[in-house]
């Protein structure tokens, strides 16, 4: 196999890894989030809420990164902007403090 054709494969095979990665987290605080509401009794309010800010903290934090990786690995439309892509970096680094 040509070593260009290597190079592009390993750079692909990271790159994917650690887009997957990075979306693992996410994606598990929602499946965590969902098996909590199953299982909470429906007059338990507290464990209720707690779910329900699992949910809507995990998937924020998912559609915060995917903006960014879109904008870092793509030729998206937000790219045009630059207060656009300003914004979706502000916002994916206000999620993790």
């Known amino acids: 196999m040509n070593k260009?054709?290597?190079d592009i494969l390993?750079?692909?095979e990271l790159l994917s890894g650690r887009l997957l990665h990075d979306f693992a987290n996410?994606?598990?605080g929602?499946?965590?989030g969902l098996e909590e509401l199953?299982?909470?009794d429906e007059n338990n309010t507290n464990n209720w809420k707690e779910a329900l800010s699992l949910l809507k903290e995990s998937s924020e934090d998912l559609i915060h990164k995917h903006?960014?990786?879109?904008q870092a690995y793509s030729s998206s439309v937000d790219n045009c902007?630059?207060?656009q892509t300003k914004l979706n970096i502000e916002n994916y680094l206000l999620k993790k403090k």
């Open 4 to 6: 260009n054709i290597k």
């Open 10 to 12: 390993l750079i692909t």
């Open 26 to 28: 996410s994606m598990n």
């Open 30 to 32: 929602i499946m965590f």
């Open 38 to 40: 199953e299982a909470v």
């Open 67 to 70: 903006k960014v990786m879109r």
């Open 81 to 83: 902007s630059f207060n």
